[in-house]
C-alpha cells in the first residue's frame, strides 16, 4: 500500500489523490499541516523524508517520491493499467505541457509559503496579495481554455476519459475559486470540471473529503 504524505487543501496533493483514485490505487493518507505550529512540514522527522519540505510525498515502501508530476511517471509505471497518458505521443506531449502549465506556471504563484512571503517580509497587504492571486491565476487558465479551444470536443481534457491533465485542472479551478478568481470566462474548462465532478475517483480526492479537513471547512 502507498502512503501519501497531503495536506487537505493543497491542490498539488488534491491532483495527486484523484490520479490514485483513477489508477484504483490502494493508499493510506498521512495527514501533513501545512500551517499549525509553523507548518508540520518544516520538522526534522518530514524534511528527512522531503528535503524541499512539501506535499504531496509518496512512499512506496521505502521508496520515496516528491513532486506530483514526477509522482504521476512514476503511477504510469508502476501501475500500467488504466493509462492515464493518451496514446498518440504528440497527444501525449500536450497533455504534458497542460500538466506542467498548471504544476510549474500557475499553482507556484498561489502557493501558501509564497504568499507568506509577500507578506512578511515584503509587507505586501492583503488586497495586493489578491491582485496577484487573480492575475496569475487568470492569467493561466485563459492559457489552459486557450490549449484546448482548438480541439475537437469531449468529455475530458483530452478525449472522453481522464488524464493527467484532469487531475491537474480540478484541484486548479478549485483553488481559483477559494482565492475568488471569476471563472465565467472560461466554460470549456467548467464543463470538464463538472463531468470530472460526476465520477468517484474525483469526488473522493475532495478537499472536504480528507481525514484532515476540519469539520467545516471553506
Same mark, same amino acid.
Given at each position: 500500500?502507498?502512503?501519501?504524505?497531503?495536506?487537505?487543501?493543497?491542490?498539488?496533493?488534491?491532483?495527486?489523490?484523484?490520479?490514485?483514485?483513477?489508477?484504483?490505487?490502494?493508499?493510506?493518507?498521512?495527514?501533513?499541516?501545512?500551517?499549525?505550529?509553523?507548518?508540520?512540514?518544516?520538522?526534522?522527522?518530514?524534511?528527512?523524508?522531503?528535503?524541499?519540505?512539501?506535499?504531496?510525498?509518496?512512499?512506496?515502501?521505502?521508496?520515496?517520491?516528491?513532486?506530483?508530476?514526477?509522482?504521476?511517471?512514476?503511477?504510469?509505471?508502476?501501475?500500467?493499467?488504466?493509462?492515464?497518458?493518451?496514446?498518440?505521443?504528440?497527444?501525449?506531449?500536450?497533455?504534458?505541457?497542460?500538466?506542467?502549465?498548471?504544476?510549474?506556471?500557475?499553482?507556484? $504563484?498561489?502557493?501558501?509559503?509564497? +504568499?507568506?512571503?509577500? %507578506?512578511?517580509?515584503?509587507?505586501?497587504? #492583503? /488586497?495586493? !496579495? @489578491?491582485?496577484?492571486?487573480?492575475?496569475?491565476?487568470?492569467?493561466?487558465?485563459?492559457?489552459?481554455?486557450?490549449?484546448?479551444?482548438?480541439?475537437?470536443?469531449?468529455?475530458?481534457?483530452?478525449?472522453?476519459?481522464?488524464?493527467?491533465?484532469?487531475?491537474?485542472?480540478?484541484?486548479?479551478?478549485?483553488?481559483?475559486?477559494?482565492?475568488?478568481?471569476? $471563472?465565467?470566462?472560461?466554460?470549456? +474548462?467548467?464543463?470538464? %470540471?463538472?463531468?470530472?465532478?460526476?465520477? #468517484? /475517483?474525483? !469526488? @473522493?480526492?475532495?478537499?472536504?473529503?480528507?481525514?484532515?479537513?476540519?469539520?467545516?471547512?471553506?
Amino acid at each position: 500500500m502507498f502512503k501519501l504524505y497531503s495536506y487537505w487543501r493543497s491542490s498539488s496533493a488534491y491532483r495527486v489523490r484523484i490520479a490514485l483514485n483513477l489508477k484504483g490505487a490502494a493508499y493510506e493518507i498521512v495527514p501533513v499541516h501545512l500551517l499549525r505550529d509553523g507548518g508540520e512540514q518544516h520538522r526534522p522527522e518530514y524534511r528527512a523524508l522531503n528535503p524541499q519540505e512539501l506535499v504531496p510525498l509518496l512512499a512506496d515502501g521505502a521508496f520515496c517520491l516528491a513532486q506530483s508530476l514526477a509522482i504521476f511517471q512514476y503511477l504510469e509505471t508502476r501501475l500500467p493499467q488504466p493509462k492515464l497518458v493518451p496514446e498518440d505521443p504528440r497527444e501525449a506531449a500536450r497533455m504534458w505541457a497542460f500538466c506542467q502549465a498548471v504544476a510549474c506556471e500557475i499553482q507556484p $504563484l498561489q502557493n501558501t509559503r509564497v +504568499l507568506h512571503y509577500l %507578506e512578511h517580509p515584503l509587507g505586501v497587504d #492583503e /488586497a495586493r !496579495r @489578491r491582485q496577484w492571486l487573480h492575475h496569475w491565476i487568470g492569467t493561466g487558465l485563459a492559457a489552459l481554455e486557450g490549449m484546448l479551444a482548438s480541439r475537437a470536443s469531449g468529455a475530458c481534457c483530452f478525449g472522453d476519459t481522464p488524464t493527467y491533465a484532469d487531475c491537474c485542472l480540478v484541484p486548479q479551478l478549485y483553488a481559483a475559486r477559494r482565492y475568488g478568481v471569476a $471563472l465565467a470566462a472560461f466554460p470549456r +474548462l467548467l464543463a470538464i %470540471e463538472a463531468r470530472c465532478a460526476e465520477r #468517484e /475517483a474525483f !469526488r @473522493r480526492a475532495a478537499p472536504e473529503a480528507q481525514p484532515d479537513a476540519p469539520p467545516t471547512s471553506g
